[in-house]
């Protein structure tokens, strides 16, 4: 009657305390996995590292993804806090290849997002590669269309590693990753690439390959490259801008490259500050002469030598004042270097070409955000780049003069010796110019540097926006439906002066692709 009774107690067997003690052990594990994904995601999303050098249990600072999780278990009930602190080895979650397997995840979820936004859409594709810390080879891929709504969107997709940066290689990649969410590479209806051979080339390279399995996915070389291009030939192509701009770098580095040196910049700006709002010279308000310090240069980012440019003009008495300094405190080779780096920041050319490339790069760092934003549109863009050659070329015929007053202006205030103008130029040997006919001063700096920088300026822009293309991108914008098409009524009568001959010229000037019209 014993074994009778036990036997109808169902509760009592040996399969319900089974199931019983599994459901609550399944409830712990994902109370725990719910923790290792929410510190996932706090640091997916604030990009941050996961490891740490020391992830032992004895460690004090274990890495971001465990010192996360533990703030967790502070914050938790006493209920949870013993679930996570007791738990089994094989169920903690936080073991490395669990926390790439909850990225994986995440960032599938992600892109899962972004394909419902795109639909059925036409897309672009942006691509570009480099080189990790480790020395590997990455592509990213960034897809850019309009939404539901109308509005161009940029999203950033994904970054594959690539055994190599080859064409072919390359294509299959982004093949792939495509058709892993079920993205059409028919679909494709844009191209956005750097220069290089292996993305641009007319035969073999990306935009080709590409190009022969959908003619309509147009290759546009990136314009922020473009516009970097040409800054860049413009720095190089002048020997008193390229002089110029190691001097530069030579001067940040110095400075930027010991703290002390920093906190003395940093204390002879304040004192300097001080002096010129006792003399009236510097206006006060909230946020208004907060200190700073110089800005380093970077080889990707020329809007960074416009920032390290600013930087130096408005720090230049003071970083005078601390080599003075150094020269007279600072140890024996500090000295020697102090000396020849402000011998190099007193030369009048060296200033001639800071005040110059300085209003040069005022204009362009405007043409330089814009070509960045997100939402710009073709028409925009075009309309930036006229507007930048306009004003250089306005600068080049009629801003001498009020180049000239502002360059005696900062030469006087911090006591640079600037030459007579009307008197003969002497070339860097300190010998009489070896022209039959000598040179001034004026003629130098004015035709031989900013005339040069200037031309060689417009000469770049002209080259990388030539007229061709702009029209074409221009005409290309009229198709915007904003407005029942309005751009295009608006160039109508333009569009209607282009022959087919010539529009069938432009287009195949793009490309390998030869275009064919009904």
Not at 183 to 199: F, H, I
Request: charged share 25%; hydrophobic share 40%; with cysteine.
């Amino acid at each position: 009657m014993e074994k009778w009774n036990l036997l109808r107690n169902l509760d009592t067997q040996i399969e319900s305390v089974f199931v019983k003690r599994t459901t609550k052990e399944v409830e712990h594990n994902r109370f725990r996995l719910k923790a290792a994904i929410e510190a996932a995601r706090l640091l997916a999303n604030q990009g941050q590292a996961f490891r740490g050098h020391d992830e032992s249990e004895s460690s004090l600072n274990a890495g971001n993804f465990r010192q996360v999780r533990k703030s967790f278990e502070r914050m938790a009930s006493d209920d949870d806090r013993v679930v996570l602190e007791n738990a089994p080895g094989n169920a903690k979650y936080t073991s490395p290849p669990v926390q790439k397997e909850l990225l994986n995840i995440l960032g599938n979820r992600v892109r899962q997002m972004i394909r419902e936004e795109v639909g059925d859409a036409k897309f672009c594709i942006l691509v570009d590669e480099a080189v990790d810390a480790a020395g590997k080879e990455q592509m990213s891929i960034v897809l850019r269309f309009v939404d539901r709504y109308g509005f161009i969107r940029e999203r950033f997709f994904k970054i594959v590693s690539v055994p190599n940066t080859t064409s072919l290689t390359l294509k299959l990649e982004i093949v792939k990753v495509l058709g892993m969410f079920n993205l059409q590479v028919e679909n494709m209806r844009g191209q956005g690439y750097d220069g290089a051979s292996n993305m641009s080339g007319v035969w073999n390279g990306l935009q080709a390959l590409f190009l022969e399995d959908c003619p309509y996915a147009y290759y546009v070389h990136c314009f922020a490259h473009r516009l970097q291009l040409a800054l860049n030939g413009a720095a190089k192509g002048v020997h008193d801008t390229y002089r110029f701009f190691s001097t530069l770098l030579l001067v940040v580095n110095f400075v930027d490259s010991s703290a002390k040196r920093k906190g003395a910049l940093k204390a002879a700006r304040e004192d300097e500050i001080q002096d010129l709002i006792a003399l009236g010279n510097l206006q006060t308000g909230t946020g208004s002469n907060q200190t700073c310090t110089l800005q380093r240069p970077a080889t990707t980012r020329w809007s960074s030598h416009f920032r390290s440019i600013k930087s130096l003009i408005e720090l230049f008495g003071s970083t005078m004042t601390i080599l003075d300094h150094m020269m007279d405190t600072a140890t024996l080779p500090i000295q020697g270097e102090a000396s020849g780096i402000l011998r190099a920041m007193r030369s009048f050319e060296f200033v001639f070409c800071l005040i110059l490339m300085h209003r040069v790069m005022k204009v362009t760092e405007v043409l330089c955000q814009v070509v960045q934003r997100k939402s710009i549109d073709i028409g925009e863009a075009m309309k930036f780049v006229d507007h930048t050659k306009e004003l250089l070329q306005y600068m080049r015929d009629d801003g001498w003069d009020d180049f000239l007053m502002v360059l005696a202006s900062f030469c006087e205030t911090h006591n640079i010796d600037m030459p007579d103008m009307s008197s003969r130029w002497l070339d860097g040997t300190g010998r009489p110019s070896q022209q039959k006919n000598f040179i001034t001063h004026e003629h130098h700096f004015r035709v031989e540097v900013f005339n040069a920088v200037l031309d060689f300026q417009l000469s770049e822009l002209n080259k990388r926006f030539n007229e061709r293309s702009c029209e074409l991108l221009t005409l290309t914008s009229t198709l915007d439906p904003h407005d029942k098409f309005s751009l295009f009524e608006t160039q109508k009568e333009f569009a209607e002066a282009v022959d087919n001959e010539t529009v069938i010229n432009d287009f195949e000037a793009l490309g390998p692709r030869r275009v064919k019209f009904s």
